[in-house]
């Protein structure tokens, strides 16, 4: 049973204890809940304790990333955005706004207060003129792929399933495309945005160029997001997919992942090389992606030459490459994800990546650790230079930096400190790793905002861009509404 699942049980049976039944009618109901549902059209709907909408609303990828809030409101036009950003700004109450719900910071898409979901923004238009969609900001990537895939074509969005649009766009958007055509930011062409003080605006380019940039990275400090509009690819079949792979072959993982990132600077390859530890002992999920039917010869012999556990590797379609990643195996547990920004990854860098594996992992294993991995991510240096045009994230366009994520998964909420410290002892370690192999280009290199840990300072993931985003706060929303919502706040 997950905590949350636990958690929903007690207060059901908190419920019958002080109400004599769960009843709805019996309950009282959180007046600022009252006071939505009895401003919103028809097309919206709130929903308490024991529906299971509510259930479904508040629920995330990472169990400690959600609380139980007084209602879920699900709004479905953007204009009851607008009415429900005016009660809860005018009456101070906080709030939440879940897209996908993959957020692995606690408390950035959930609250004690009124939780947004926003799954009714769920439209998929697909314009061949313009080589566009317009998409939802209720949705997750699987559904915009196989929206997308009787057209061939395709966005620059998630490589694995089940995260969501929204936040994933909000914040950047690493995506197996990104070595041809940039981050997901680079690729939005135009915002719905229902700002704070109710407004429903169309942001682009022309119409607000510093909103335009500030939405680039800024998650929800200027407004919620209702509409995305992103450019589309042509999609031809892809190759790919899932190895496992044993503690004895990881020195071969390594050096095919270090010879990768060294040699292949073909756009359409990509891997992600996993470090994990589970059941006391580490080993590798190896993600292979070519964006063509068939990958030139040679790109990826040495990872196929390594005797494996588990191999599946074909020509598919992009979502059932999606389909096959790991990604949901430990979805339900408390999780964390840190960050180090880095150049390159270096066979003596790959190494003490192991070292931290084995040592986090036998470490956190004895405090109700699951599952504690490292992801390999290497990009292309050129992945910035696809956009002139400014965004709030990454503050610097000249260098490319590929994003090293650390990810733990436990199950005790008594833990969760050790968690947060190991993670950030993790990457202070890998980062003075980095720098002392000769990799002084990170110093002051920017963190990627949907890696980085809840306590990063601003100014560590949007550099000499901060003074800017928070003028350009301050003037959007001058009562501070959205600071009433998690996640990082200019
Ligand atoms: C399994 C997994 C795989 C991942 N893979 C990748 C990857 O390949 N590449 C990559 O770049 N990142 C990846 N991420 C990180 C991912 O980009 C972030 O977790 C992202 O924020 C998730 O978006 P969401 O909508 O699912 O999350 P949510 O938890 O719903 O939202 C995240 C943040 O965005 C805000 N937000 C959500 N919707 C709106 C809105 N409509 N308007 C305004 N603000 C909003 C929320 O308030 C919250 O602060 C992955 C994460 C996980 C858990
Ligand atoms: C994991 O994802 C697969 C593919 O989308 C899905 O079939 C399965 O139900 C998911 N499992 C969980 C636990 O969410
Ligand atoms: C392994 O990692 C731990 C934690 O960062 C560190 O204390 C230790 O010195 C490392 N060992 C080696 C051999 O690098
Ligand atoms: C785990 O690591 C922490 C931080 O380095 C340390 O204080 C603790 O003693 C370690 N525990 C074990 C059992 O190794």
Redesign the pocket.
């Known amino acids: 049973m997950s905590a949350l699942k636990r958690t929903l049980a007690t207060s059901l049976a908190l419920a019958s204890l002080v109400y004599g039944a769960p009843n709805l009618e019996e309950r009282t109901l959180d007046p600022i809940c009252v006071q939505i549902a009895s401003a919103i059209s028809s097309a919206s709907d709130v929903y308490y304790a024991l529906d299971p909408l509510y259930a479904k609303g508040v629920s ?3 169990s400690s ?1 959600s609380q139980l809030p007084n209602c879920v409101v699900e709004p479905g036009t953007a204009a009851d955005v607008g009415i429900i950003l005016g009660i809860v700004g005018s009456t101070r109450t906080p709030f ?9 910071n606690p408390g ?2 959930s609250t004690t207060g009124v939780h947004i979901s ?1 799954y009714r923004f769920s439209e998929i238009n697909y314009d061949a003129t313009s080589q566009t969609v317009e998409v939802g ?1 209720g949705l997750i990537w699987d559904d915009v792929y196989a929206a997308l895939e009787p057209f061939n074509v395709n966005v620059v969005g ?3 399933t ?7 766009t ?6 197996w495309k990104t070595n041809q055509y940039g981050l997901t930011i680079d690729t939005v062409t135009a915002y719905e945005l229902v700002k704070p003080n109710g407004n429903v605006v169309t942001v682009t380019e022309s119409s607000d160029p510093d909103l335009f940039k500030g939405l680039k990275g800024g ?2 400090n200027f ?4 509409k995305f509009t992103l450019q589309t690819f042509p999609q031809t079949q892809v190759w790919g997919g899932l190895i496992t792979i044993t503690a004895p072959h990881i020195p071969d993982v390594a050096a095919a992942t270090a010879a990768f990132q060294a040699n292949v600077n073909d756009p359409k390859a990509g891997i992600i090389t996993t470090y994990n530890f589970l059941l006391g002992e580490p080993g590798i999920s190896q993600l292979l992606f070519y964006d063509g039917p068939t990958p030139p010869a040679g790109i990826f012999d040495d990872f196929l030459a390594i005797p494996y556990f588990t191999k599946d590797i074909e020509t598919r379609s992009f979502s059932s490459l999606v389909q096959a990643s790991p ?1 949901n195996a430990t979805a339900g547990s408390r999780a964390i994800f840190n960050t180090v920004s880095i150049l390159e990854y270096t066979p003596a860098l790959l190494d003490v990546i192991l070292n931290e594996t084995i040592f986090w992992g036998t470490n956190l294993s004895l405090k109700t650790g699951t599952f504690i991995s490292y992801d390999v991510e290497p990009f292309l240096p050129s992945i910035y230079t696809h956009n002139a045009q400014s965004t709030a994230y990454p503050p610097v366009r000249s260098q490319g930096l590929t994003p090293f994520n650390i990810y733990y998964a436990w199950t005790s909420s008594i833990f969760d400190s050790d968690f947060h410290d190991a993670a950030k002892a993790s990457a202070a370690a890998v980062y003075n790793a980095a720098l002392s192999e000769g990799q002084s280009g990170i110093v002051g290199a920017a963190i ?1 905002p ?2 980085a840990i809840f306590d990063t300072p601003l100014s560590d993931m949007y550099g000499s861009n901060l003074p800017a985003l928070q003028a350009l706060k301050a003037a959007v929303d001058p009562t501070n509404v959205m600071g009433l ?3 990082f706040k200019f």
Do not use: E, P, Q
């Open positions: 995330h990828w990472a990333s939440a706004v879940k897209g996908g719900g993959h957020a692995s950035f898409s926003m900001a998630g490589r694995v089940g995260v969501g649009v929204a936040g994933f909000l914040g950047g958007g690493y995506s998650f929800n407004g919620i997001v209702t990604s990627y949907n890696y919502a998690g996640g």
